[in-house]
Nanobody, 115 residues
Framework: AVQLVESGGGLVQPGGSLRLSCAAS????????MYWVRQAVGKKLEWVAS????????RYADSVKGRFTASRDNTKQTLFLQMNGLKTDDTAVYYC????????RGRGTQVTVSS
């Protein structure tokens, strides 16, 4: 069965950084594009970033472009999201997913940006 386990969230001040990780198992990780999505309280699930399976080409939502960097290590079946210049609007639960809608995703990791 597909298993996705996120980690690395926490409380950080505005302007700070966090690095999220997602350990994947139960499927051919290196054959899938992978996605980061997030959900803030009272808001819909939002696509944040994606990275292709082989060429590792990342794409980003306009709201995070220039601040977030997605990467992956196919040998370790792990997905990463480096988040710099965090803003209060980035506060959300972050999930890794096998699709852009987040239909197949992990349990998430909470990121709180607050002074």
């Amino acid at each position: 069965a597909v298993q996705l386990v996120e980690s690395g969230g926490g409380l950080v001040q505005p302007g700070g950084s966090l690095r999220l990780s997602c350990a994947a198992s139960g499927f051919a990780f290196d054959s899938y594009s992978m996605y980061w999505v997030r959900q803030a309280v009272g808001k819909k699930l939002e696509w944040v970033a994606s990275i292709s399976s082989v060429a590792n080409v990342p794409r980003y939502a306009d709201s995070v472009k220039g601040r977030f960097t997605a990467s992956r290590d196919n040998t370790k079946q792990t997905l990463f999201l480096q988040m710099n210049g965090l803003k209060t609007d980035d506060t959300a639960v972050y999930y890794c997913a096998t699709d852009s809608n987040g239909d197949v995703r992990g349990r998430g990791t909470q990121v709180t940006v607050s002074s």
